[in-house]
């Protein structure tokens, strides 16, 4: 592996964990709102998931593109989303992303090459495979990173994806964050191989298992894989070990899994921790200096729930928009 | 008698069939601890097992089609499809190959399998989990469509369905799970393709659907204050559609409103229109038909306009008061 | 002017746009070297390249929705999928995705995206391959629904739809691909939503879409010596549908026949019969409105069978003289 | 690979040889009725394919399952269904195995364990996942062979039940006839790795490669994969590879292949000319014994012919028959 990711400046190192507070702090603020009844709906949240959204988006340029999933928050603020107009959305206002149309399984920032969540298990990975075929097309030079989860890959759409992905060598990387479970579904019963990196060889396109929880380890392996994919050599297909915190979605009991199962993950294995603790040792960042960031990551959504509550709900008029072009 | 949810009749459906036949098992995704994503199957796993309480991948279309394998060769399988959305991803298996076969094949072979599957919204799913797309397969020769508007319904037309020789698909209302109603706790069966006037009236029929029938009924009420005796008719299942009630439901009354949440446009009540007018009822009707479905847009996220989308209790009253005035 | 045939004048259509407009691509099952399953892409490849005719492999879903995302992003995808009854496996994509993303996304992003695709019975290809199911997207805002009958009509629509910024499904009716009429050689657009008067005529309106509008243009010529006027009225496009332009040709006539192949039960028939129930033509309908469509069962392979389900020139002529009697 | 097929008696082998020719002679005559004009709709031939059909049910019992596909009529035979009947399904007769409603896409003969041809390419797999399950939940002992072809393994379907029966360790063969084409694309473009086999290993499913055109071959691999699937050890991927002689289906130009290709599987590869040299050279036939095998397959289709033709065509009162049970 190369030491990409370690050799970055000292600003995008501390931005990375900025995102990552500014991740966790979203979802805890909306768990907190959901259980609350504040929040309509349902959300999916990525607690504990932070490291393999912001080191998935690191080597990626402003007009490279993601799809992303029901599961989405992170993927979207490490594309560079703002929490306000993402936190307007989750509360239905006209500041919203979508205007309040869509809420969290819809987030997109098409502009901004967020080609947007998605609420069907699987259904983005043939958009991804189509934008990689656009910028193949037009010689764009983007690359189109696909995020989805491990129960996604028992999907038909993730196999057809991958193999005209493959066969047409598109630059679109697959990223899979095996979070252990589907809804409740423990990929262990729902997949009879170790490892989800490996069904990458049923297509010809490479498959490499990583630390989802290790940032450094995350973006070094997508930076290999988006140079691939860029150069022309076709796609790669990634799989981060990770695990999500919280429920699958409000209301969840989580019988499926046990609280020690829980807790190894979250005191020894929390990528925040862990990311912070890298750059201490390495003397990249003093103690006063994360406390800041953390600190200002907590006020920016703070600001962010300020914005969404302050703003308009949309007008009824709006109801017929946005149908048709 | 009991009151039971209509969550609680399904499962009490469900479950009672299975301790009398083997061959009946339930598949689908997080229907094990779990207990499915509205919790209809809760508890069922600890009761039947994990053999007959399948969990099983994110595949909607293998376990659609290996239903239809499973009940092809001598199974019968209800399968939960967690939202009736992703019936996007099974329709091959459904239209193609569950209501096809017995057709194809000369006669030889049946399909004896139930799809329970949550469709409407109301719960803020947004776009892609919260449509009512019932008209696609009532459009398929070869399935049975349900939509139950109680719990009473539910359980006893969950049994006719479960005991049907042919592919069902059976929808229940999200929104409708939680609504009580009186359920004996013995079995009994609704047969398919048979109506139930909810409410008897005089001036207007309304033929209303899964949870509209609860908003017609609302409806009715004010109008009876109002001095307007409304029928309401619930078709409860849309194939085998009960028309005669329907015709003479309306002969009677010379006037007909129809309702269902599902996007007006294409919607199910086209067929319903279609079938009155050019039945015997149409030379009694007094006033145009008049159709109530949901705006032509995808489900919005915002609560509000979430709710504009579809029919309300008001849009209704006014809707009778217009066809009233014969207008 | 020049004689074409209906498959002509699609690659006709499809050549001039893509000689036009470099976003303008074709993907599809077997449409290189091979043409197409009904060769209206023949010789596309040697002119526009396997960039530009993209064979895929067998995966409707993926490559349905690969035209998404591509059109989600700049190009402007022409799908063939190979035969209509596949889209059951296409739906996911085409209903959550292509239809949905502008709205969910709050009017952010458009999907330019055609999808062609070659439907109805009459070439002994079995209950699999025959289907006519545009009612399903016809019931899904965000879609966009065409059926042009004539070679004239499909290359001016083809043109309209591939211009149009939003999906669009585009029924190619199998049947009439050799089937001829006068066609421009140069460019020309028919707008979606603009119905056509096949023929006018006064005591009676026959609405018909694709192969059935010729069923009608028949039986109006043996009515006419019969001494009936018959209007025959084709929609062109179910969404947007031209109501205004059924309306008045229904409160014309006053008795109005609604003709489509797709099974009766469901079909997009009861969306127009709906329509006129509920419209002004109402008051003038002097005989109740009668639908034709296919009988409820799959098609089936034997030839006589086959025809026998769907309407034909006999069924359209007795049904008008019932209309005309008022019956 | 055990030689359980050499094992086999003189009569089960010179079945196997009349089998084929009656598999070839068959689709040899529909050919020429389509070329005619004499039958409707179309028809996918197996001419050249006879082999892999008819060793992969060598080793099936009587009450085995199978799925077939578009390209099915060998499958038919070679699990038993009778010529006649199904020739007069071609005609569209009542006395065909489907009464006429079905054709040659959809022959099935549901209490002969034939559960259908099936017009959606993979649109049949997921059934024999289905009819695996109910021989495990039935503890009936029984496998289901499911065929497809090297195309269909691009779908969905493919993906999602290869999944699920490994997961359940169901008693299901799926057999993979790559016959290198699928309409027109060619498998080298249209999947990116050498063998279709490999594609198990995405589920923890053995995958074996076959010379389809071995009779023998076939034969063996199929019988350990069925004791595997029978015993409880779960699914086996087979790919038997092919090549059909004869274009897709009715009025194929065949641009996609050349002349001498063809001519190459036709003259070097016939599988059974192949076999019969074996049972020649192993002194388990003679060649008069072989000729009266050729000649009496012959006839049979011959008769099959006969029964179609002199078959009544269905009557207008059955045809809303048969759509519910
Ligand atoms: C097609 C489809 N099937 C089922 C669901 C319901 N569902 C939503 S998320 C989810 C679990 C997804 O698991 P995974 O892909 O591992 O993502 P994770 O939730 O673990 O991030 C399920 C079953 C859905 N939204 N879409
Ligand atoms: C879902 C679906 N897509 C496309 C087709 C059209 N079609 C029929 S056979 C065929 C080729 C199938 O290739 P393969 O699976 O290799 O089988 P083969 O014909 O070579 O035996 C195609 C594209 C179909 N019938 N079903
Ligand atoms: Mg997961
Ligand atoms: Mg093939």
Redesign the pocket.
């Known amino acids: 592996m190369t030491d990409w990711a370690g050799r970055q400046s000292d600003e995008v190192v501390k931005d990375w964990l900025r995102q990552m507070h500014l991740i966790r702090f979203f979802d805890e603020k909306v768990d907190e709102f959901f259980a609350k009844g504040m929040i309509h709906g349902t959300t ?1 949240l990525c607690v504990g998931q932070e490291a393999s959204a912001v080191g998935a988006c690191a080597p990626l340029k402003d007009d490279d593109m993601i799809t992303s ?3 989405g928050h992170g993927h979207c603020i490490a594309k560079g989303a703002e929490p306000d107009r993402m936190m307007a959305e989750l509360f239905g206002r006209v500041t919203g992303y979508c205007k309040g149309k869509g809420g969290s399984m819809h987030i997109a920032d098409v502009d901004k090459g967020n080609l947007g969540a998605n ?5 983005g990975i043939p958009l991804a495979v189509g934008a990689a075929l656009t910028s193949q097309m037009k010689k764009q030079g983007k690359v189109a990173v696909c995020f ?5 890959t028992n ?1 038909g759409s993730f196999h057809e994806s991958l193999n005209l992905a493959s066969i047409w060598k598109l630059p679109v990387v697959f990223v899979c ?1 095996n ?1 252990q ?3 409740s579904g423990p990929v262990k019963d729902m997949v009879n191989i170790e490892d989800i990196a490996d069904r990458g060889a049923s297509y010809g396109i490479p498959g490499r298992v990583v630390d989802g929880n290790n940032l450094l380890e995350m973006a070094d392996v997508m930076e290999e894989a988006v140079m691939q994919a860029r150069s022309g050599s076709g796609p790669v297909l990634i799989e981060a070990k990770t695990y ?1 915190w919280k429920g ?1 979605s409000k209301s969840d009991a989580k019988k499926y899994r046990t609280r020690e199962e829980e807790k190894d993950w979250r005191t020894n294995k929390d990528p925040i921790k862990r990311f912070e603790e890298w750059l201490l040792e390495e003397g990249r960042i003093t103690k006063e200096e994360a406390e800041t960031i953390r600190q200002s990551a907590l006020d920016e959504i703070n600001r962010a729930v300020e914005f969404a509550e302050n703003s308009e709900e949309p007008s009824m008029d709006t109801i017929l928009e946005d149908v048709y072009a | 008698m009991r009151e039971i949810t209509y969550a609680e009749a399904v499962r009490e459906g469900l479950s009672q069939r299975m301790r009398e036949d083997s061959d009946v098992f339930v598949l689908g ?2 229907i094990g601890v779990y207990g499915g994503a509205f919790g209809v199957t809760r508890g069922m796993i600890e009761e039947f097992g994990p053999e007959r309480i399948r969990n099983t991948p ?1 595949s ?1 279309a293998a376990i659609t089609g290996a239903a239809v394998g499973a009940a092809l060769t001598g199974m019968k399988p209800v399968l939960e499809l ?2 009736s959305d ?1 019936i996007t ?1 099974a329709m091959d298996q459904l239209v193609n190959q569950a209501a096809k076969v017995r057709y194809m094949y000369g006669g030889k072979g049946h399909v004896p399998m139930v799809v329970r599957t949550p469709s409407g919204s109301g719960t803020g799913a947004a776009a892609q989990h919260s449509q009512s797309l019932e008209a696609w397969v009532a459009h398929i020769p070869g399935l049975k469509v349900v939509q139950p508007s109680t719990a009473y319904d539910a359980k006893g037309l969950l049994k006719a369905a479960m005991e049907d020789p042919n592919p069902v698909i059976f929808y229940e209302h999200k929104v409708l799970y939680k609504s009580k109603s009186d359920v004996p706790e013995e079995e009994y069966t609704i047969p398919l393709g048979k109506a139930d006037v909810k409410k008897e009236g005089t001036d207007v029929t309304i033929i209303a659907t899964a949870i509209m029938v609860h908003k017609a009924l609302e409806a009715a009420e004010e109008l009876e204050k109002r001095g307007i005796s409304v029928e309401v008719v619930d078709p409860r299942t849309l194939v085998p559609l009960d028309e005669e009630t329907i015709i003479a439901s309306v002969s009677k009354t010379g006037r007909v409103i129809i309702v269902h949440e599902a996007v007006k446009r294409g919607g199910f009540g086209g067929e319903i229109a279609g079938v009155i007018a050019e039945s015997e009822a149409f030379d009694y009707l007094d006033a145009p038909i008049r159709r109530l479905g949901a705006l032509p847009i995808p489900v919005p996220y915002n609560p509000v306009l979430e709710k504009a989308m579809i029919p309300q209790v008001e849009d209704i009253i006014k809707a009778v008061e217009e066809t009233m005035r014969g207008a």
Chains 1, 4 share one sequence.
């Open positions: 999916h999933t029901h599961r609420g069907i298990v699987g259904g989805f989860g491990d129960g996604a999907e964050e979070n479970y589907g809804m999500r699958h | 995704e997080d994110i909607e967690q939202f992703f991803i």
